[in-house]
Nanobody, 124 residues
């Protein structure tokens, strides 16, 4: 069982930056692809970004490309989401997820483990 704990959310103004972190309990973290998803009130969960187990391959949602960057530090069992140029439409609960596979995916169904989420609120 992989436990994931997110941190780094908060209330910021338009244009600000935040860095989310997700730390995993699993010693074989380096064998898991990781993803970030978000869910706004009244909306479906949506894909944000994903990174392969080695960190070489990344995917981004069109809405965050050029503003968000996903990275990972396998020595620290941690994946990060650097968010720049935040917009009100980025307001959501952000959750990280782990998939026991080397390659990232935009599909939430492949991720077996999920964190509790961290709230990001962007005010105008």
């Amino acid at each position: 069982q992989v436990q994931l704990v997110e941190s780094g959310g908060g209330l910021v103004q338009v244009g600000a930056s935040l860095r989310l972190s997700c730390t995993a309990s699993e010693r074989t973290f380096s064998s898991y692809a990781m993803g970030w998803f978000r869910q706004a009130p009244g909306k479906e969960r949506e894909f944000v970004a994903a990174i392969g187990a080695s960190g070489k391959r990344t995917y981004y949602a069109n809405s965050v490309t050029d503003r968000f960057t996903i990275t990972r530090d396998n020595a620290r069992n941690t994946v990060y989401l650097q968010m720049n140029g935040l917009k009100p439409e980025d307001t959501a609960v952000y959750s990280c997820a782990a998939a026991p596979r080397p390659y990232p995916s935009v599909e939430d169904r492949v991720y077996d483990y999920w964190g509790q989420g961290t709230q990001v609120t962007v005010s105008s």
